[in-house]
């Protein structure tokens, strides 16, 4: 279904798009009901200085290109033969049109993490939700204007494991002509944290569906595409930040990794953080971060006055929570200094000179993570205030974790007691469609492709992270709740205990959202609120729900479109959805996104 109607979908768009470019504007438009109201509003708000926006144009070539690592080559699906691939950088207030041409045989969408995508929900790119994805020897051009957004985010497939290579920076300037609000920097340098497999990634996730149980983790994690000299066969394979005494550098960090959340420390540094999702952040110093998978942390570090006769390694490993199986290894780069020219260059090698490696919080340091996260703070002023909102009209209570489904007839499962693995929300897992729901809406056939019936809170409650119920059983649908425009929504995310507690990263698409509170335990909604951060709480697009706790998020749900939040990758999951055109959002459960693979 989702090809059948695509010359006819495309076609519409075409004629849509022409007739908005006659009124001044140039992105694809929304459905017709609220065309006339996002021009007249778009065009007075998004770009108040035109002369100073341009519009910057990128080819993306998805091609196989043979890469080796750890003494292994395999041929692997990338952007325009690298990996990472190749970074975006524009300012704020730029236009993006960025063609993306499909050369290989897997399906392709391209999602790009964190942009708000205000009245360009049809170039968000998670497949069978925004778009069809797109097939072999086919080309999709995503087209969207960069709105009040300033920092670091990234793109990624979103389709199944294709995300483990195809992924890149994109590095969002200010304004030209606006400062940072910190010192600027000496140079500015992105750090993607990633994984590497030697399998084929696509395969991995091709039998878990199949079997039901776990995925197998990756060989190695990479700084950079680069595993680094903690693995073996693998010491040329090292990311080097070679550095001045005495300068600032913004480290742009960024966590590919599928599902860990890594802690990382430069040896015998202190950086401070400045910046999350695209989002300035009240500065603090810090010898350690963590980032969960989708999250960005932009910090400066200052390097050492003198040249120190050192070098340090700078060091990631999971943070880990689950009863699962994880990739316990640890990735190290090297933070080199340029040796100063009264030094002779023949006299001095890097061999001689000691290598300091950083003290990283245990595995399952849960403290650590709960401290950290409670220095993230908004900056809350005049120039970038926290428009928290203070009043709310819809609430909602989510359950997030993992249970079972029955294991089909006349074959053997890998779950608990020969069950198959399934994510919920609120005990509803996610079946993904062969339809792209927006398409679905927009040409009036959203019936039998979706419900609107999910359900805001547990329908039995229990004891979240207690004893777990007997029944672990989950059902499955595609459904969602539906939102007037405008409303000002608050989300509990509760952890649950039934096949173990863990964190679960969490990203909102279309939106970023405030982190009003977190705790441990069950919430408790007489007394949690009352705790609530409504003053400077940190805005971003990704949280993580805490193992074994909850999470409230509050957010304007002013964003028409089909608006996904769920885990990275193939967890828990829900989709916001625009319905009827009356400027409704809607809400759905996923379980993974992993489901569309062989679609």
């Given at each position: 279904?989702?090809?059948?109607?695509?010359?006819?979908?495309?076609s519409?768009?075409?004629?849509?798009?022409?007739?908005?470019?006659?009124m001044?504007?140039?992105?694809?438009?929304?459905p017709?009901?609220?065309?006339v109201?996002?021009?007249?509003?778009?065009?007075?708000?998004v770009n108040?200085e035109?002369?100073?926006?341009?519009t910057?144009?990128?080819?993306f070539d998805?091609?196989?290109?043979?890469?080796t690592?750890?003494?292994h080559?395999?041929?692997?699906?990338?952007?325009?033969g690298?990996?990472?691939?190749p970074?975006?950088?524009?300012?704020?207030?730029?236009?993006l049109v960025?063609?993306?041409v499909?050369?290989?045989q897997n399906?392709?969408?391209?999602?790009?993490?964190?942009?708000?995508q205000?009245?360009?929900?049809?170039?968000?790119?998670?497949?069978?939700?925004?778009q069809?994805?797109?097939?072999?020897?086919q080309?999709y051009v995503?087209n969207?204007t960069?709105?009040?957004q300033r920092g670091?985010l990234?793109?990624?497939?979103?389709?199944?494991?294709?995300r483990?290579?195809?992924?890149?920076?994109?590095i969002?300037?200010?304004?030209?002509?606006?400062?940072?609000?910190?010192?600027?920097p000496?140079k500015?340098v992105?750090?993607i944290?990633?994984?590497w497999?030697?399998?084929?990634?696509?395969?991995?996730?091709?039998?878990?569906?199949?079997?039901?149980?776990?995925?197998n983790?990756?060989?190695a994690?990479?700084?950079n595409g680069?595993?680094?000299p903690?693995y073996?066969?693998?010491?040329k394979?090292?990311f080097?930040?070679k550095?001045?005494?005495?300068?600032?550098?913004?480290?742009r960090?960024?966590?590919?990794?599928?599902?860990?959340?890594l802690?990382?420390?430069?040896?015998?540094?202190t950086?401070?953080?400045v910046?999350v999702?695209?989002?300035y952040?009240?500065?603090?110093?810090s010898?350690?971060l963590?980032?969960?998978?989708?999250?960005t942390?932009n910090?400066l570090?200052?390097?050492?006055?003198?040249?120190?006769?050192?070098?340090?390694?700078?060091?990631?490993?999971?943070?880990?929570?689950?009863?699962?199986?994880?990739?316990?290894?640890?990735?190290?780069?090297?933070l080199?200094?340029?040796v100063?020219?009264?030094?002779?260059?023949?006299?001095?090698?890097?061999k001689?000179?000691?290598?300091?490696?950083?003290?990283l919080?245990?595995?399952n340091?849960?403290s650590?993570?709960?401290?950290f996260?409670?220095?993230?703070?908004?900056?809350?002023?005049?120039?970038f205030?926290a428009?928290v909102?203070q009043?709310?009209?819809?609430?909602?209570?989510?359950t997030?974790g993992?249970?079972?489904n029955?294991?089909?007839?006349?074959?053997t499962?890998q779950?608990?007691?020969g069950?198959?693995?399934a994510?919920s929300?609120?005990?509803?897992?996610?079946v993904?469609?062969?339809?792209?729901l927006?398409?679905?809406?927009h040409?009036?056939?959203?019936?039998?492709?979706y419900s609107?019936?999910?359900?805001?809170s547990p329908?039995?409650?229990f004891?979240?992270?207690?004893?777990?119920?007997?029944?672990?059983m989950?059902?499955?649908g595609?459904?969602?709740?539906?939102?007037?425009?405008n409303?000002?929504?608050?989300?509990?995310?509760?952890?649950t205990?039934i096949?173990?507690?863990?964190?679960?990263?969490?990203?909102?698409?279309?939106?970023?959202f405030f982190?009003?509170?977190?705790?441990?335990g069950?919430?408790?909604p007489?007394?949690?609120?009352?705790?609530?951060?409504?003053?400077?709480?940190?805005?971003?697009?990704?949280?993580g729900?805490?193992s074994?706790?909850w999470?409230?998020?509050?957010?304007l749900a002013?964003?028409?479109g089909?608006?996904?939040?769920?885990?990275?990758p193939?967890?828990?999951?829900?989709?916001?959805?625009?319905?009827?055109?009356l400027?409704?959002?809607?809400w759905?459960?996923?379980?993974?996104e992993?489901?569309?693979?062989t679609?």
């Open positions: 279904m989702c090809q059948k109607r695509a010359a006819s979908f495309f519409s768009l075409l004629q849509k798009k022409k007739h908005i470019r006659k001044g504007a140039s992105l694809l438009p929304p017709a009901f609220l065309a109201f996002l021009f007249s509003f778009v065009t007075l708000s108040p035109p002369a100073l926006a341009i910057r144009h990128y080819k998805v091609k196989l290109q043979n890469v690592r750890l003494c080559t395999k041929s692997m699906v990338t952007v325009n690298k990996f990472p691939g970074r975006i950088v524009a300012r704020e207030g730029d236009r960025i063609r993306v499909n050369h290989v399906n392709i969408s391209i999602h790009w993490h964190g942009i708000r205000l009245r360009s929900g049809w170039a968000d790119g998670p497949a069978y939700v925004t069809c994805p797109i097939q072999t020897g080309s995503y969207y960069i709105v009040g670091t990234w793109w990624h497939a979103h389709i199944s494991w294709l483990s290579t195809l992924h890149g920076p994109i969002l300037l200010p304004k030209r002509g606006t400062p940072y609000p910190f010192a600027k000496y500015e992105p750090i944290f990633g994984e497999f030697n399998a084929d990634p696509e395969a991995i996730i091709s039998q878990a569906m199949q079997t039901g149980g776990g995925p983790v990756s060989d994690y990479t700084i680069l595993p680094g903690l073996n066969c693998s010491a394979d090292t080097k930040l550095v001045k005494p005495g300068k600032t550098y913004l480290l960090m960024i966590n590919a990794a599928l599902n860990d959340e802690f990382f420390s430069i040896a015998n540094h950086v401070t953080v910046d999702d695209a989002v952040v009240k500065p603090f110093d010898e350690t963590l980032i969960t998978p989708g999250q942390t910090v570090l200052k390097t050492k006055p003198d040249y120190p006769n050192a070098q340090f390694f700078m060091s990631a490993r999971p943070y880990a929570t689950g009863q699962g199986t994880f990739d316990n290894s640890t990735v190290a780069g090297i080199e200094y340029e100063p020219n009264k030094t002779s260059q023949s006299n001095h090698s890097t001689n000179l000691p290598l300091y490696k950083p003290n919080p245990s595995l340091d849960t650590f993570a709960a401290n996260s409670s220095k993230l703070r908004s900056l809350a002023s005049a120039d205030p428009n909102p009043k709310v009209d819809r609430q909602f209570f989510f997030v993992l249970g079972t029955p294991c089909s007839k006349n074959q499962c779950g608990p007691n069950t198959r693995f994510a929300v609120n005990n509803v897992s996610f993904m469609p062969t339809t792209a927006l398409q679905a809406h040409f009036g056939q959203s019936r039998g492709v609107p019936y999910f359900p805001i329908l039995i409650p004891n979240y992270t207690g004893t777990p119920p007997n029944n672990t989950v059902s499955n595609t459904k969602l709740v539906v939102l007037p425009f409303t000002s929504v608050e989300l509990i995310m509760q952890d205990s096949l173990g507690a863990e964190s679960h990263p969490l990203h909102l698409h279309g939106f970023n982190v009003v509170g977190q705790g441990f069950n919430f408790d007489s007394k949690d609120p009352s705790n609530f951060n409504l003053v400077d709480p940190v805005e971003r697009n990704t949280v729900v805490p074994g706790g999470v409230a998020i509050r957010f002013d964003n028409p089909w608006r996904m939040v769920h885990a990275l193939s967890r828990s999951a829900h989709k916001l959805g625009l319905e009827d055109g400027g409704c959002l809607g759905k459960a996923s379980q993974s992993a489901a569309s693979s679609s």
